[in-house]
């Protein structure tokens, strides 16, 4: 029998691929599914990956929050971080501030920036996460960015994006064009959807990819083990993707 898989389910699968080599995986504030990825990739890889999860007291060893992170980031030291945004434009660029008229006087107020720009400069493979695939979140333009996407500057910059992640599909950067690839679409998805949805221009190959979905045993291993380790932190979001270990 077929076991139907959640779109948190997928989301988390392809998240733990993503960060597969990865030493260390840092995880912001109010981010349940790519904290559960990284705790899959850390389990299905069996070796020893440090993952922070911010909020977290199992999953966490900084005892100075964001400010011990942005340490780590400075030294070298956090190999992956996730980014998301209000607004994402096709070159990476992310608003966290606002939208609608010009700053500071816009329509719509988000929480801020924070780390973002910091973190985004420094961490070397950053996947930007945002849930809604919509032309309201994907824009040709971000009316603020609180954190550049890669440019010829002069700014010395080791870190950046190595993709886009969302509730439709994988993109992936390319840092030499600047700009997005559709790498996968999820299953009940199409490219057409994708781009009915995106309000930035993207390159595509003639045939793209379903998004790889877990076997049984990865999902047996996220709906126990990961749940319970998830749950410490976000209870609520296991209550309501995984009910069964809540």
């Excluded at 609520?236 to 995984?242: L, S």
Aim: aromatic share 8%.
């Amino acid at each position: 029998m077929t076991q139907t898989i959640s779109r948190q389910e997928l989301l988390i699968f392809t998240i733990s691929r993503l960060l597969d080599g990865c030493r260390h995986v840092a995880v912001g504030a109010s981010s349940p599914i790519p904290g559960a990825g990284a705790l899959l990739c850390r389990a299905r890889a069996r070796t020893r990956m440090f993952v922070t999860v911010l909020g977290s007291t199992r999953h966490n060893d900084t005892t100075n929050g964001g400010v011990e992170l942005f340490d780590m980031a400075a030294q070298g030291r956090v190999d992956a971080f996730f980014l998301g945004g209000g607004q994402i434009d096709g070159h990476a660029n992310i608003n966290l501030v606002g939208a609608g008229g010009d700053y500071p006087q816009t329509q719509v107020r988000w929480p801020g920036s924070f780390g973002s720009a910091y973190l985004y400069h420094l961490v070397p493979r950053v996947i930007l996460f945002r849930e809604e695939h919509s032309r309201r979140v994907m824009v040709p333009k971000v009316d603020f960015i609180s954190a550049a996407g890669p440019r010829d500057d002069g700014v010395f910059r080791p870190g950046g994006p190595i993709g886009l992640l969302t509730n439709l599909c994988w993109f992936a950067f390319d840092k030499q064009r600047r700009g997005f690839r559709l790498q996968s679409v999820h299953p009940g998805h199409t490219v057409e959807e994708v781009r009915d949805n995106t309000g930035f221009d993207f390159a595509c190959p003639t045939v793209v990819p379903q998004t790889a979905s877990p076997d049984a045993a990865t999902l047996a291993l996220m709906r126990t083990q990961i749940a319970r380790e998830i749950g410490e932190t976000y209870p609520r979001f296991v209550k309501h993707v995984f009910p069964e270990a809540a």
